[in-house]
């Protein structure tokens, strides 16, 4: 496992945009799969965008399409989650996780929860109408 520590939420207002960081201990993170999840209080644990290894692919849940962009700084082993024109809808707290266990599949990604073994402790964004 490894760990990850969420930062870059806040209070917004709609239309706004964030970029949030999660920023990994320990090996570099290009080798695992990461996807960052949301959840709002009240509501289920929501997918919201995944890459691969090694950078060979990504996905973005159907409510961020379009909005959100996922990537990482290698130099600074962290994961990124660029959000614009965000709306009351999105506002929730934001886990990253990776799914240290894989070691194969650079195009492999993954969106269940169920596939991520390490997860951070999450970075809360208030979007205001």
């Known amino acids: 496992q490894v760990q990850l520590v969420e930062s870059g939420g806040g209070l917004v207002q709609a239309g706004d945009s964030l970029r949030l960081s999660c920023a990994a201990s320990g090996l570099g993170l290009r080798r695992y799969a990461m996807g960052w999840f949301r959840q709002a209080p009240g509501k289920m644990r929501e997918f919201v965008a995944a890459?691969?290894?090694?950078?060979?692919?990504?996905m973005f849940g159907s409510s961020v399409k379009g909005r959100f962009t996922i990537s990482r700084d290698n130099a600074k082993n962290t994961l990124l989650l660029q959000m614009n024109s965000l709306t009351p809808d999105d506002t929730a707290v934001y886990h990253c996780?990776?799914?240290?266990?894989?070691?194969?599949?650079?195009?492999?990604?993954?969106?269940?929860?169920?596939?991520?073994?390490?997860w951070g402790l999450g970075t809360q964004v208030t979007v205001s109408a």
């Open positions: 890459i691969s290894r090694n950078d060979g692919g990504s």
């Open positions: 996780a990776a799914n240290t266990g894989t070691t194969y599949g650079d195009r492999i990604v993954y969106t269940s929860p169920s596939s991520y073994d390490s």
